[in-house]
């Protein structure tokens, strides 16, 4: 692809302590294409054609932390909340590094009806980005992730389905059902479905009997409970293969496997968060 970061595998990002290498075309400007290695300021995400550069860039950068406001906080873990009309720059040169490894997402420049979720793991030297979601200002199909992404150097260490349960409880938040924005990538899928098994499993596995009754619960139900869209609940209910016809109604029925699969599943995954309403508004955080 011409003025292709990614036209050759030798065309790497450096961010912060990371060596990226891209996995896609990502619209840098042409003149920048043809360089081996892109700088980028791991805090501001200015991209500069030079260590020197970046050395100079960083004697002036302040930032220490994404923009914005910082709406959640728990541990080394942080989320920043940012306005991509509000800071423009900053949400641009975000979409831009995201791009190097979505394939099929389109927006780079006009960032002002979306807002940046951004994840941070904090260390001395500051806020170090981990990954991020983008989010809709107002989605008329639903939509609470537009594009979703973990750098590659902290992939597969549970962040996707942090960032993932973020986003539902942003949902909650709202009151509102969602649903990301189509269509997945392959590995966004593989979360997703990870997420969402994990998510509605633990609610039917809390359900007690009702007067000795088996318990019951509705598709509603479980959508409300989880803000995740009827439409996915109910993929996942037939992925799980846990939907049966019997005598005339539909029954749920974990086997055995379903059960001790999921829990050695929850036993691995990271520590979750729930946001409460009161701190989404004082912009601390809550782990419960
Ligand atoms: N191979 C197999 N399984 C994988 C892989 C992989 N390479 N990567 C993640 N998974 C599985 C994990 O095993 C895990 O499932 P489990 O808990 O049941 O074992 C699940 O996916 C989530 O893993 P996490 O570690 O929480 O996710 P991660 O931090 O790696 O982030 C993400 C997932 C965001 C999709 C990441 O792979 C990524 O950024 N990919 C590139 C960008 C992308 O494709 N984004 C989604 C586009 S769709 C959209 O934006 C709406
Ligand atoms: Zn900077």
Redesign the pocket.
Known sequence: MTGSLVSDRSHDDILGRHRLKP?YFSPYPQELTSLPILYLCEFCLKYLKSLKCLQRHLTKCNLRHPPGNEIYRKGTISFFEIDGRKNKNYSQNLCLLAKC???H?TLYYDTDPFLFYVMTEYDSKGFHIV?Y?SKEKESTEDYN???????PP??????????IEFSYELSKVEGKTGT??K??????L??YR??WS?TILEILMDLKPDNGERPQITINEISEITSVKKEDVISTLQYLNLINYYKGQYILTLSEDIVDGHEK?MQ??QPRFFLCVLCFTCHKGCWI
Not at 145 to 151: E, F, G, H, P, S
Not at 183 to 188: K, T, V
């Open positions: 996995w490894f979505l394939d997402k990954g979601f992730v537009a594009c979703i992404l973990t750098l902290y992939q597969r260490r549970g962040y996707g389905k942090l960032l990301p924005e269509p997945l990538s392959d590995l966004g593989l979360s990870s997420y994990q599943a691995k995954r």
